[in-house]
């Protein structure tokens, strides 16, 4: 996914903290049936039953009940009977709907169209993603020119008949001969990894296993690459059990696995992980050491032999230019011994350092790194070296400004961008006279920019042709005044000559965590939903990176209650405005946001009319004992140390749903292989809330099997889960879908 973006999308890793036992079991499990035969009702459905267990814990002197840890067992067979269970209930709702073949109609049309990504460029070749509009994976083309008939390179749709396996990266050797890829199946983070000769078209016998939050990066003799792994898992703990000690090896071209070097581990850090990237001039492997989701990390180099495009590896040591993890510390380019930074050390908002490395690659005293470009008002987001420039992204309200600053750091000249939205890419090496990158805006679908790095002039490259008419639409950003006082800004887009009476169903997106930044960008979904004549709305909440790291911390742990309150104020905002009213407005979050989504609705459920969390983090108290979850708690905080279990107690989803309160319409979507939250998480919450007094609104779960958090899901899965999403709510507003 890409180094880094593993790790930071979407719930990927994060610190562990506290003791190892604080919460003991008091009784364990026993076996379960599925269901029950006194089944409850609501709405005309009738929901199975789950068997409760005497199951409780304790943590620091309180007593916990969970009824439905044996639902935690995604490989037994009660398990498998509950999901097939609740699915028929809500395959039975869904299908009775009557807008939900033509929602579906209406997605599938505006998914249509071409998607392209952003090229880059290696050995003399250029290389993209594209999907021509419907094929289940994207498919990856190369050329010698922009000129030139694209060929393909790999096509992941040949790899399974269900369209079930993804490619999950990419990385070509210096030459151009050969490329590293690793794909996963039914959307699990497990990737395997191969390589392809691209003249020949054909696979080499080379196989990586147990590879995880990690890409590949080729040694400039291409005779091998760099990966990082895990251990194999225990049998029937490869989508539950938890990952630790991940190690980075060598794999040389024509040699098994098993022979591969082991480059890095630390056995006394079970949470160190480890990413690695070789610079430009192929004189350095530079090892960015994570710890889980915070952005705080420690920075190694490690020489490799000779210089330029012949270096190798051949057992070197890692040099550490430091391991305090007490900020971020992302390498952009090497430029002769300067290794330039992006950080966030003692510049909330970022800014850029040049740290002077010795003939030996040893760094000087911190004291002696030098500021290039200071921190500004607006957040640094992302940089790069390309044609001996810095490119800097910034967000400013969330939304997208790029800088070029000459090598001293002075600044050369800004990128005017088509308008308010977000442009990403901008890769590329020190030498290469251009770049690429997208634009989009929640109205404006994707555009791809070719960028002259010597003069900064944009010229269009590719641009997608949809059926949504982008021109009957309009998009606005405002500010909303949260509980504490706070401004954060809102993204509201909809059909022109909308009428502010209070009448319009509306959708609100959120997520709120792991310094991830929401900005504003073409999506289907919001596509689809404004078409079917509704307000689309992204808010922008604390604990994403859209200011910084003060805006970030300001929504992790103690005072993650931050985010909720900034959620709950953009609904407030929009009825008050006359946007919508409670009855018709629809709150919508994945992941972080599910469980924002969930947090929120047990606050204020008669706020909204609808709400749909989707591959939620719901149990706050055992969240860290599965797969990567124990690296949340950099923003969560955990359980097990006393003073964090009382505020995680305090807004659990699985743990606050009020018994005779009156919820809104829930339809809970997970996927059965998803080994980042695993699926137990939204089990156990609907459980509980079939359960439960909460009114007569439909509670249901749409539990997809073949697929994961959402990564590498095929289109033909995309289209007809989120069409159901939008279906439901449709239906619960009483919509008339055409």
Do not use: C
Not at 79 to 102: G, H, I, S, Y
């Amino acid at each position: 996914m890409h180094t880094r973006l593993s790790l930071t999308a979407a719930l990927a890793v994060g610190l562990v903290a506290g003791t190892a036992a604080t919460a003991q079991t008091a009784t364990a499990p026993a076996a379960a049936a599925a269901t029950t035969a006194s089944p409850s009702t609501s709405q005309g459905l009738t929901y199975p039953v789950t068997r409760k267990v005497d199951q409780t814990d304790n943590y620091h002197g309180t007593t916990v009940a969970d009824p439905y840890r044996w639902l935690e067992d995604d490989n037994s067979a009660d398990t498998k009977a509950w999901v097939q269970a609740e699915n028929a209930v809500t395959d039975k709702f869904l299908a009775a709907m009557p807008q939900r073949l033509p929602a579906r109609k209406l997605y599938t049309d505006l998914y249509n169209f071409e998607k392209f990504g952003v090229p880059y460029k290696e050995g003399g070749r250029y290389f993209w993603t594209r999907n021509n509009g419907l094929q289940q994976q994207a498919v990856l083309y190369t050329a010698r020119s922009l000129k030139d008939t694209p060929q393909i390179a790999l096509d992941p749709n040949t790899l399974s008949k269900d369209g079930t396996v993804a490619l999950t990266g990419s990385v070509v050797s210096r030459d151009g001969r050969l490329m590293a890829y690793g794909t996963a199946g039914a959307g699990s983070d497990w990737q395997t990894w191969k390589v392809r000769d691209l003249d020949a078209g054909k696979d080499l016998d080379d196989t990586i296993e147990w590879v995880k939050f990690s890409g590949a990066s080729w040694t400039p003799d291409g005779k091998g690459f760099f990966y990082s792994r895990y251990d194999a898992p225990k049998e029937g703990a490869a989508l539950t059990g938890a990952n630790y000690f991940q190690k980075v090896y060598y794999h040389r071209l024509g040699t098994p696995q098993s022979a591969d070097t082991l480059v890095i581990e630390n056995p006394a850090e079970k949470e160190w992980g480890f990413n690695v990237d070789v610079t430009d001039d192929g004189r350095l492997a530079l090892i960015n050491v994570w710890k889980g989701s915070a952005r705080k990390n420690g920075l190694m180099v490690l020489p490799l032999d000779g210089k330029g495009d012949k270096s190798g590896y051949s057992g070197a040591k890692p040099v550490p230019l430091t391991v305090s993890f007490d900020a971020e510390y992302a390498p952009v380019v090497l430029d002769g011994q300067r290794l330039i930074v992006k950080t966030d050390k003692d510049a909330p908002r970022g800014r850029l350092i040049a740290i002077d490395l010795d003939k030996d690659w040893q760094a000087k005293d911190q004291k002696t790194w030098t500021t290039l470009v200071p921190e500004t008002k607006d957040a640094l987001t992302a940089a790069s070296g390309v044609g001996g420039q810095l490119v800097l992204s910034y967000l400013q309200d969330a939304a997208t400004l790029v800088r070029v600053h000459a090598p001293s750091g002075k600044h050369v000249r800004d990128i005017a961008l088509p308008g308010v939205g977000t442009a990403a890419g901008f890769g590329g090496k020190w030498n290469d006279p251009e770049t690429f990158f997208s634009y989009t805006s929640l109205t404006t679908p994707g555009e791809i920019w070719r960028l002259d790095a010597k003069t900064g002039k944009a010229e269009l490259f590719k641009r997608t042709q949809t059926a949504f008419e982008a021109d009957q639409f309009e998009s606005k950003r405002v500010f909303v005044t949260s509980k504490d006082g706070t401004k954060l800004p809102i993204f509201i887009a909809h059909r022109k000559g909308l009428k502010l009476d209070g009448t319009n169903p509306t959708l609100l997106y959120g997520y709120g965590g792991f310094n991830v930044p929401m900005t504003p960008g073409y999506g289907v979904t919001a596509a689809t939903w404004m078409k079917m004549g509704g307000v689309y709305v992204l808010a922008v909440l604390r604990g994403g990176g859209e200011y910084g790291a003060a805006w970030h911390e300001a929504g992790t742990k103690g005072k993650k209650q931050n985010v909720f309150d900034d959620f709950i104020a953009a609904g407030e905002y929009l009825v008050a405005s006359k946007y919508t009213q409670p009855a018709k407005l629809a709150i919508n979050g994945g992941s972080n946001g599910g469980l924002l989504v969930g947090a929120v609705v047990n606050q204020r459920p008669d706020l909204f009319g609808a709400a749909v969390p989707q591959v939620g983090v719901m149990d706050m108290l055992r969240f860290h004992k599965f797969t990567i979850g124990w690296a949340w708690t950099s923003d969560y905080g955990s359980s097990e140390n006393a003073a964090d279990f009382q505020w995680l107690k305090a807004y659990s989803p699985l743990h606050t749903i009020k018994s005779g309160a009156r919820y809104p319409a829930i339809l809970v979507t997970t996927g059965d292989h998803d080994d980042r939250v695993v699926p137990a998480h939204s089990f156990k919450y609907t459980a509980t809330l079939q359960a439960a007094d909460t009114g007569p609104a439909p509670k249901l779960i749409r539990i997809e099997t073949q697929a994961g958090h959402g990564a590498g899901k095929p289109t033909s899965k995309i289209i007809e889960e989120r069409a159901d999403i939008l279906a439901f709510i449709a239906n619960t507003f009483g919509m008339d879908v055409k």
